[in-house]
């Protein structure tokens, strides 16, 4: 990975922080996206200091805002030429209902809207560089997502579970709608399943999902066994020139069938550049 720019988002913890550490330890040149600077700077620092590598930097955004997530675009653009992985793994679950500052329910907003909107103003950066991926964390949880997306503020009652699982079947129909949009260019876009991991992603899990989290814990992976996949399709030999699959266990996998629906995809995709406020163009 000597000479190639990654970017991480949600790196400061977990499956993202496990991520950023074995690419830098690549030799990549390794950006992490934070939402704290401060935590971001203390995981800069073990990052070089267990890898030797001081090509780590920190970028803040704030993914409940999509003002920030274009400042962050911006900022990254002025110091970079090139993006050769970008992996989106930033994600939160929250047990009541909150909106974003651009008033969409908070769940859809930081696990979809943000990273939508941070690939397409990166994407012409990427384009320029070559060979490049792009890798979306999903979850199994999107089995049970709806590809309706028709109540964005979660008006007529709010699940935190169904809001999570239609998040990331967002993650899936976005991966499948992008690989579609690149078709024959050398940008590559795939989503993953990274396992139930145990990390405090969740942990304020209510209801059924909370019982089933607390219960579950003791049985699940480590970050660095559930990273394996995120690190597979950022750096693998074996999976370039591969896009639009879903992943786990770095195996190409059945996403469920909601996420194959091409009307859901391309209406995800319009209504995405809607909320965000901007036209994308792929070609």
């Known amino acids: 990975m000597n000479g190639k720019v990654c970017l991480i988002t949600g790196a400061t913890s977990g499956i993202g922080q496990v991520t950023a550490l074995e690419l830098a330890r690549m030799g990549a040149t390794v950006v992490l996206l934070v939402r704290n600077r401060q935590r971001g700077e203390a995981v800069q620092q073990s990052i070089t200091a267990q890898t030797g590598n001081a090509?780590?930097?920190?970028?803040?955004?704030?993914?409940?805002?999509?003002?920030?997530?274009?400042?962050?675009?911006?900022?990254?653009?002025?110091?970079?030429?090139?993006?050769?992985?970008?992996?989106?793994?930033?994600?939160?679950?929250?047990?009541?209902r909150q909106l974003s500052a651009d008033g969409c329910e908070l769940t859809f907003a930081v696990n979809h809207l943000a990273p939508f909107l941070l690939t397409n103003l990166l994407l012409e950066c990427m384009q320029a560089s070559g060979a490049a991926r792009i890798v979306n964390v999903s979850s199994g949880a999107h089995m049970a997502g709806s590809n309706k997306f028709n109540d964005l503020r979660a008006e007529r009652g709010y699940n935190a579970f169904r809001a999570y699982a239609d998040s990331k079947l967002a993650n899936v129909l976005f991966t499948y709608e992008l690989a579609r949009r690149l078709e024959g260019q050398d940008v590559t876009a795939n989503c993953l399943h990274p396992g139930a991991v145990r990390t405090n992603f969740g942990a304020g899990a209510t209801g059924i999902f909370g019982v089933f989290f607390n219960l579950a814990r003791p049985f699940m992976l480590s970050p660095e066994q559930g990273a394996q996949t995120s690190i597979y399709l950022a750096s693998s030999p074996e999976v370039a020139g591969i896009s639009g699959k879903y992943f786990s266990n770095c195996r190409a996998q059945t996403s469920s069938p909601n996420s194959y629906d091409h009307t859901a995809q391309s209406r995800l995709w319009s209504l995405s550049e809607q909320l965000c406020g901007t036209l994308v163009d792929t070609k």
């Open 55 to 96: 090509n780590v930097e920190v970028l803040v955004a704030d993914f409940t805002a999509l003002e920030s997530v274009r400042a962050a675009a911006e900022q990254f653009l002025s110091r970079y030429q090139r993006l050769d992985v970008l992996v989106n793994n930033a994600g939160l679950y929250v047990s009541t």
